[in-house]
DNA sequence: CGCGAGCTTGACGTTGTTCAACTAGAGTGG
DNA sequence: CCACTCTAGTTGAACAACGTCAAGCTCGCG
């Protein structure tokens, strides 16, 4: 990872974040606190275990949040730009439990933690904007809980397309940059699953795949897979 | 569910949450928003596709957050004394992604949801220290991901009592009032597994069952099923 | 004493994993 | 330019884990 040049904080785009209630001395504090670095592919952002030192904030990419554990790395969730990583351990000064891994170059701003702590302790609209960026994450974790638990590998493989089509690449036809391994931690199946599965959809022309490139053909039924 | 009397927040036991960081005023407003109810078990704290009215504070009981899909239900978590229910959907207008049952009879406050979002963005250290709970959520949240995810039913199960035991029992013994079918939905496996499963850690000695009466025995053996 | 709900047990089927073999494509070096 | 290798991906067969279905058991309660 390295350094970049960057414009400050107040001139940032991300200022269509909660950073827009922040005034012109906060914008200041924050900036002189913040780093940007470009992660390359396959770069930690975060380790598991190491204590959370920043908030970050991506400005482009795409990175997975991995649980490592003794039975092998599970996929939390995958998240693109806008997003902002660490704010699930504000005010919890323990080791991180969780990792997060660029799944491409992503670049992104970083923030000292406690510097970020300070100003949602002196800014209650910051505080309740940030508070609703995280009550996403809780929203979407609780989701892919009844996805886990309920749906067998059809339904999971669906969700995660959709996903991609709807939330990260923005169409229904889209090249990732997601291996097949990767896919397959995602959606908790084995890569020779996925593969299976994979042909099963387009045998039955719910959608077209070449390679790592898609496109979505019957939405409606992915939607309706279980 | 019925109403009860009760002492007003500022005398209340739950004044060593964040509640501590609200002055008298404060309190004072919280409390006139304030209803305090007792839920019998079975009953509903909330219903998921219905709109968030209030923010509840768990005083007693026990109560498990599910969420309500075709395939059936699923347990997202079971919460006890000292949970603040609704957090999650703070800031965030639209219908409740998951519903609430109380598994024991639960004594709640509850609090109207507009005053709560009000109290945050007034004062933030309250905001924070509520942040701080919703981050306590969210971790438990990626840590049933990776159970659910990566873990076996023996593993799932001993999860379950483990956590009963610490977080809601706080025993090694324990009755609990929960049926082996909610033990079932809670570890996502159907009953007659967990039936099968608690007899396999029966007969390896590594607990005692007496109906719903458990034992822990062997702690370490549990903690690192698999 | 008999009934019924909750729980347990056994037999069997389904789902998905594992292991191993095979294939296709992307570098690499002669 | 062609072998050579390496990795990612695919396919098939055997196997394990778990769910389903049906039957039996137990215990509290009328």
Known sequence: MRPETHPPCKNCTCISTPFRFLNQDELAYINQNRLEIKFKKGEN?????????HVIYLRSGLIKIISEENRGNLVLSIETSGY???LQVLFKPQK?????????DTLACLWDMNAFAELIKRNASFAAGMMKQINDDINRSYQRIATLGLKHVHGRLSDLLLSLSVHVYKSTKFTTSLARKDMAEITNMSPESLSRVLKDMKDEKLLKVNGKSFELIDIKALKKME
Do not use: D
């Not at 991180?96 to 491409?104: G, K």
């Open 84 to 86: 902002f990583l660490g």
């Open 96 to 104: 991180l439990p969780f990792s997060a891994v660029a799944s491409e």
């Open 45 to 53: 952002l975060c380790k598991q275990g190491t204590p959370a030192s």
